[in-house]
């Protein structure tokens, strides 16, 4: 099937990149937030981040209004209706994904495609909390989603090829690099990516080496562009723990349990980035 119309439920860093991609890429993009003033901080934010591409000459100032035309944020999950794709970006819990696609299947029309931003819950369990199975698959964008060119395509025992067509159609159609994977947690990057961040906490931990140097290490040693308590804090160490907490419920390595000292950090809000204190401080 043809996409025009696209919805995306989550108007964090995540959801507001997917739909920056998509208008950019033609789509009409409708973004759900849970409330009017969200609905309007997400317009806000895609106009500050189109005006400074307009500034740095990567986009022509008249192609920054023809994007803002075609998006539209929203507070009511009923607007997503007649969406041809539906994509969630809301926080990885399993339960609220869950509930969600009860919510999504009862709105939008017969046929349209219903797809999650999960990086690593089973995309099946929330295939069958609707009436389409079939028409449920990952769609997995990186952070951030502007310039990350990679999407992961996760295929649920219950998807049909034409959904995973549609799908990659999509993707493609963002300017973004698909791979095609089976639904088991954490697919292929999380996968291999985590194992590696949770084994620097517990080196640092560990008082191996100290934070600036296990940084540095990786960069200078694997000429990787981050260090991976850097990478920890981008990627929000709340979220870190639950991919991993995902990780190790479904294979039982112990190379994804958390270490204990992610586990407190996140007890005590110190999420990275996003609470502006995590392995380094961003208050300043």
Do not use: W
């Amino acid at each position: 099937m043809a996409v025009k119309r696209v919805g995306v439920v989550g108007s964090g860093i995540m959801g507001s990149g997917v739909a920056e991609v998509a208008a950019k890429a033609g789509f009409e993009v409708l973004v759900r937030s849970r409330t009017e003033e969200g609905a309007l901080a997400t317009v806000a934010g895609l106009e500050r981040s189109l005006a400074k591409q307009v500034e740095r000459k990567r986009l022509e100032a008249g192609e920054r209004e023809r994007v803002l035309g075609r998006v539209r944020a929203v507070s009511d999950l009923g607007e997503l209706a007649e969406c041809d794709l539906v994509l969630e970006s809301v926080v990885e819990d399993a339960d609220t994904k869950h509930a969600l696609f009860v919510e999504l299947d009862a709105i939008v029309r017969e046929g349209t495609i219903l797809a999650t931003n999960t990086s690593t819950l089973p995309v099946v369990d929330m295939a069958m909390r609707t009436s389409r199975p079939d028409l449920v698959c990952g769609i997995h964008f990186f952070n951030p989603a502007s310039a990350m060119p990679l999407v992961e395509l996760v295929r649920a025992i219950t998807t049909s090829d034409e959904t995973m067509a549609t799908a990659r159609s999509f993707a493609e159609a963002c300017g973004k690099t698909t791979v095609e994977v089976r639904d088991q947690a954490g697919f292929i990057v999380n996968a291999l990516l985590f194992p590696y961040l949770n084994n620097a906490v517990k080196l640092f931990d560990a008082g191996v080496a100290s934070r600036d140097d296990i940084d540095a290490a990786m960069k200078g040693g694997c000429n990787f562009p981050m260090g991976p308590l850097e990478l920890l804090d981008l990627v929000g160490l709340d979220t870190s723990l639950s991919i991993l907490d995902a990780l190790y419920e479904e294979f039982r390595d112990p190379n994804y349990a958390p270490a204990p000292r992610l586990r407190r950090m996140v007890a005590a809000n110190q999420l990275g980035r996003k609470s502006k204190v995590g392995f380094y401080d961003y208050r300043k």
